[in-house]
Each structure stands twice: as structure tokens, then as C-alpha cells.
């Protein structure tokens, strides 16, 4: 460095001097600029499966696409021959097809016709028994999601068919608890249910007495892989989801893609990875209920126990319609996140609330880090391109102090929302290292809200036509 010094001139060495004393690390030249340079060796750990040239059609093992038929036990049937004979295409020709849980098996894709729907029955029971299972961020037994996959490798379901959760304001969506999703005074609802799992994170109880399922009334994800590897999810349409709809938990190489999701009932999240590694999410289209991806890793003390983050996760190219979030972390984050990076995406909808947020709180606590955005076009949100909260629903109660810093943002336009920025940390624990570049923000009807933030930097940005300060 004495050496490095002795060539360069008195204004180079003052400059030098001056943007080393602006940013603790020089984050914005080193950081800032070549964070995006990791995305290239991430994706080279990303690589869809790849199954033998064998096909297995539903209906050779006795289904019927006639929307009333229980297949149930042809997709078993069918998935289980797939499997035995080393893999291949489990076919789902035309046709609507009923059923109940669906179970893969290592080395089978699940391919969906462009003319077949799988129409999943509204009847509890048909997910039973339970299953291995997180519930908002919470391991349990419960019942199973519709598609599910525990510790398998080679998975995917593909096709331009559609899976059709029928969930409604008469069938899992009243489990909320919400009068605006069909939910009545002294009919069922999750919050006992939800209260009495969180009592037993709490007390350590072992995952496999936390048992829940019928009688209960925790909604399923829609579809889930949990401890599984190789994953392929790609051009299905989902909709009229029970809850989360596309939900990895503890996986690694996950790719979804060119899916399209529509359905907007209570927690309707589009996709969630939660506790897992190397994942693309590219070509998609969100409309939902919820939030339209919403990386997680677990929550309070099971997030802290299980301590496994979220990291090296690629968002790219996604349209966000309706939701409370376009890409969102947290807020069961408990178990950190890091290395995210989204880019190419277009928001816009009165019904979404927010283009990127962070959500989390002190019982929760976490630290994410190391999160890009990219060359994204906002049109109108409701509440603010950018929130990061602190304070999220129980607030500063916990002893879990939250961390969260080093947030690139570059090469953003949107045209309409009530706040650019709304940044609400901790006094000892500041939102840290905030950086936008080349940002523009318009139609913004509020000041930034900016509670207990450092080293919040903004270059070529403006708000509103105002360049902001450098």
C-alpha cells in the first residue's frame, strides 16, 4: 500500500482519503460493483434434472380426467412404477383430474398437459396422513401439502397444465380466520393452532410430537419440497392455492421458471424459498394474495436451531401484479439471508403494496446481507418501493436483535407510489450501508421515512425530479 502510495498525486491521495472515510469498507467499489460478478458462478451450481426417455401416462394406471373420479391412488400408483423403473415423465394427458395429496419420488417429473388440470379435493382428510412439515417457518406434523417431496433428489413438475387448489371462502381459506375470506364467529380458524405450535417451538418439544392435522386447522403449502435437491419447477399455472404456493425448505439447486401463479387468498405467497441455496427464479408471473416471492429461513427459535439461511438465490425477469411485496425477505428470517440478487423484473399493479422489502422484528432477529436490485420498472405501488422494517407485526419485544446491511439498488424507475424509501431499524441495531445508483422515483406523495439508518448513500438518484444528496 506505502508503495501504491508514492505514485499517485496529493488530489488522489486526498480522494482516496475522503471515499475511504465516507463508507466503512469502500463498500460501493468494492461490494457495490462486483457483488453482481457472483452471479455467473451461482448459476453454474443451478442446473435443472434430467430424467430417462420414459413415459408413464396417468391413465394407464387408472385414471379419469373427468373432474369427479378420485385419482388419489392413480397418481400414487403411477409415480411409484415411475420411480421403480429409475425414473421418467409421469404424463398427465387432457383432462381434469381429482385427487387428493400427491407424493414424488426420486428421478420422476410430474408433466402436466396443456389441456389437463389437476383439480385437488377440498377434503382434508385426502391429505392425511401428516407429514414432516413447516408451518410459517415452524416445523410440525401436519397435514400434507398437495404436492410434496421429503428428501428426494431428481424432481420436477412441468407442462403448460394447470394445478387448481380449489381453496375458496368455503374451504381453506376460512382457516384465516379473516371475515373477508369467508370466516364466521365460532367456525374454525388457525390462531389456536398457530399459538399453541409457537408455545411448542418455544419449549423445545420434539418436531414429531408438534402433531396437528386433523381436527387442526393449519393450512397446508400448496406445493412443497422439504430436504430434497435438483429441482425443477417450470410452465405450470397455479391457482385458488391453500397458502404458500411454491415453498423449497432446507433445498439445494432449485430452478422455477415461466410459471404462471393467479390466486389471491389469505397467505397466498407466490414462491418462498425458506432455508435453502442455489436458487433461479426466472420468466414468472406473481398475482397473489400475499407476497409474490418471499425468501425466508425460519422463525424464532426454530429458525435459530435448525440455522440454516437462505443464500445465493437469482431472480430474474418476473412480472409482479398483485401482492404486499415484490421481492420480500423475511419475516421469518430467523436463520439468516444473504446473496440475493434480482433483476429485469416490471411491478405494477394498485394492489401491490411494495417492490422490495424486508420484514422482520426482535423476536425474529436474523441478519440478511448482501442483497442486489437491478434494472426494475415500477408503475404504481401503494405504499413504498423500498420498506425495510424492523418493527414488523410483534415488534421490538425479543432479545434477537436484527441485523441488516449491505443493500445495493441500481438502475431502478417507478412512477407512482407514497414513499421512495421507508427505512425503520433499531437505534442499536441501524439498517446499515444502504446504496442506490442511477435511481429514479416518481409520483412519490411523502418524504422518506429514515429512522435509525447509517451510511445511507444515493448517486444520480432523484425523487420526484430532485436529485438527491451524493
Not at 453454474?44 to 380426467?65: L, S, V, W, Y
Amino acid at each position: 500500500m506505502r508503495k501504491s502510495l508514492q505514485i499517485i498525486n496529493g488530489f488522489q491521495i486526498l480522494l482516496l482519503a475522503l471515499l475511504i472515510g465516507y463508507s466503512q469498507t469502500c463498500d460501493w467499489i468494492q461490494t457495490g460493483s462486483s457483488g453482481w460478478d457472483k452471479v455467473p458462478e451461482i448459476l453454474k451450481n443451478i442446473r435443472p434434472p434430467d430424467f430417462p426417455d420414459r413415459d408413464f401416462i396417468i391413465t394407464d394406471f387408472g385414471a379419469i380426467g373427468d373432474a369427479n373420479f378420485d385419482c388419489t391412488d392413480a397418481f400414487r400408483k403411477v409415480i411409484k412404477s415411475c420411480h421403480d423403473a429409475g425414473g421418467g415423465y409421469v404424463i398427465v394427458p387432457a383432462g381434469t383430474y381429482l385427487t387428493g395429496a400427491i407424493h414424488l419420488q426420486d428421478n420422476v417429473c410430474l408433466h402436466i398437459d396443456s389441456a389437463a388440470t389437476i383439480l385437488f379435493s377440498q377434503d382434508p382428510r385426502k391429505y392425511l396422513p401428516v407429514v414432516f412439515t413447516r408451518f410459517e417457518g415452524l416445523e410440525c406434523m401436519n397435514y400434507s401439502p398437495f404436492i410434496y417431496a421429503f428428501d428426494k433428489e431428481n424432481i420436477a413438475i412441468t407442462g403448460k397444465g394447470t394445478l387448481d387448489g380449489q381453496a375458496d371462502t368455503s374451504c381453506w381459506w376460512t382457516w384465516a380466520g379473516n371475515t373477508v375470506y369467508g370466516w364466521r364467529q365460532n367456525s374454525p380458524c388457525q390462531i389456536t393452532d398457530r399459538n399453541t405450535l409457537m408455545q411448542m417451538v418455544e419449549e423445545n418439544t420434539p418436531v414429531q410430537n408438534r402433531i396437528f392435522g386433523e381436527g387442526h386447522f393449519l393450512r397446508p403449502s400448496f406445493i412443497q419440497f422439504y430436504r430434497s435437491k435438483n429441482i425443477l419447477v417450470e410452465g405450470i399455472n397455479i391457482k385458488r392455492s391453500p397458502m404458500w404456493e411454491i415453498h423449497p425448505v432446507l433445498c439445494e439447486n432449485v430452478t422455477v421458471r415461466n410459471i404462471n401463479i393467479d390466486t389471491h387468498g389469505p397467505n397466498n405467497d407466490g414462491c418462498n424459498p425458506e432455508s435453502s441455496k442455489n436458487v433461479l427464479i426466472s420468466n414468472c408471473r406473481f398475482d397473489t394474495g400475499d407476497d409474490c416471492i418471499a425468501i425466508k429461513s425460519g422463525r424464532n427459535g426454530d429458525g435459530r436451531r435448525i440455522n440454516v439461511p437462505s443464500e445465493n438465490i437469482i431472480i430474474r425477469d418476473c412480472v409482479m401484479r398483485d401482492g404486499h411485496g415484490g421481492v420480500v425477505i423475511g419475516s421469518e428470517i430467523s436463520g439468516n439471508c444473504r446473496n440475493v440478487f434480482a433483476e429485469n423484473c416490471r411491478m405494477d399493479s394498485p394492489n401491490l403494496e411494495r417492490a422490495f422489502r424486508i420484514k422482520t422484528n426482535s423476536l425474529r432477529g436474523g441478519i440478511v446481507e448482501n442483497i442486489y436490485m437491478r434494472k426494475v420498472i415500477i408503475g404504481k405501488v401503494s405504499d413504498a418501493i423500498i420498506r425495510i422494517n424492523f418493527q414488523y407485526e410483534e415488534g421490538d419485544v425479543g432479545s434477537y436483535t436484527p441485523i441488516v446491511r449491505n443493500i445495493y439498488i441500481n438502475d431502478i424507475i417507478s412512477h407512482e407510489s407514497m414513499y421512495a424509501l421507508a427505512l425503520d431499524g433499531y437505534a442499536r441495531s441501524p439498517i446499515s450501508n444502504v446504496q442506490l445508483e442511477n435511481c429514479q422515483f416518481n409520483g412519490v406523495k411523502e418524504t422518506n421515512i429514515l429512522n435509525n439508518v447509517s451510511g445511507l448513500k444515493m448517486k444520480n438518484t432523484s425523487i420526484n425530479g430532485i436529485l438527491q444528496g451524493q
